[in-house]
């Protein structure tokens, strides 16, 4: 069997027994007009419809039920002998897709993935960066990265790292031919490095605080980015000033290499989580991933 019809039998027989395409959706983790779309396939490859659809109820035909009798078995079968080889490992093994932001890779992920594959040795973990708000469920990820307060509330989001504080950089090369910015309106006056928003594809205006009060400033500058590992080596070579996490840049800042400015206008916003559907099923596997990178205060 085909790697194709074997998701659409799995998605005809998880209908059938939900009575639901909404339910059915939720248990393998996809969305309704997708689990549609894979049983009309099913049906246009037979030739027969084995679904009968209302507006309040979904039930399989005679011929749905006969391929339904015919082949729940196998699939029982198929189910109990994966669980029992999953009993018989010691370790939690699997593949697991993360979607993430490029500064949370060096920021959360690289101080600890070592360690992590050394404990779990039969883990593997692949981590695709998109700046974009990716839907996890529809592209099938595992779970998704993001800043606290951009998370939607019908997600799980587990903290994976400390509070994000941002700072404004320059080398100090710049700053032999620029003036270094006191208060935020100076920052007219200078070339800045700004960031595309993936999503909207506008430019990010620059998120300030003076005290309480929180204000936005849009900056000029000669060079425009998607991503904030090349901002950080744009500042490092002189082209402008980034607005960039500390964490990416603070070894910089200590080696001299950048200079931080306006420190007392730059916010901090939550850390890093990672988040997944709620009605998602752990597997072993994501579960340690969890527990590995959860953020524990010391």
Request: charged content about 25%.
């Amino acid at each position: 069997m085909k790697r194709d019809e074997f998701a659409e039998m799995r998605a005809f027989l998880e209908v059938s027994k939900q009575r639901s395409f909404t339910r059915a959706a939720g248990k393998l983790g996809v969305t309704p007009s997708a689990l549609s779309h894979t049983v009309k396939a099913l049906e246009s490859r037979l030739g027969v419809r084995l679904l009968s659809r209302t507006t309040r109820d979904v039930a399989p035909t005679l011929a749905g039920e006969r391929l339904r009798a015919g082949i729940e078995p196998h699939f029982e079968g198929i189910a109990a002998q994966i669980s029992a080889l999953g009993a018989m490992r010691d370790q939690p093994s699997g593949h697991l897709r993360i979607v993430c932001t490029d500064d949370s890779v060096d920021i959360v992920f690289r101080p600890r993935l070592a360690k992590f594959f050394a404990d779990y040795p039969d883990i593997s973990v692949e981590l695709i960066v998109d700046n974009a708000y990716s839907n996890i469920v529809e592209q099938q990820f595992d779970a998704g990265v993001r800043l606290g307060e951009s998370i939607a509330k019908d997600m799980i989001a587990v903290r994976i790292g400390p509070d994000v504080a941002y700072c404004v950089v320059g080398s100090p090369q710049y700053f032999e031919r620029h003036p270094a910015p006191v208060t935020p309106q100076d920052l007219t006056e200078h070339r800045c490095i700004n960031y595309r928003l993936p999503t909207s594809g506008a430019v990010y205006a620059w998120e300030l605080r003076d005290g309480a009060r929180e204000f936005s400033v849009r900056v000029e500058g000669q060079f425009t980015l998607n991503n904030m590992g090349p901002a950080v080596q744009a500042a490092l070579d002189g082209v402008g000033l980034a607005y960039v996490p500390r964490e990416l840049v603070r070894s910089y800042i200590e080696a001299g290499q950048l200079q931080e400015v306006l420190h007392q206008y730059c916010p901090t916003f939550q850390g890093y989580h990672l988040y997944y559907p709620s009605r998602r099923h752990l597997s072993p596997a994501f579960s340690a991933f969890v527990e590995a990178f959860r953020f524990r205060t010391k």
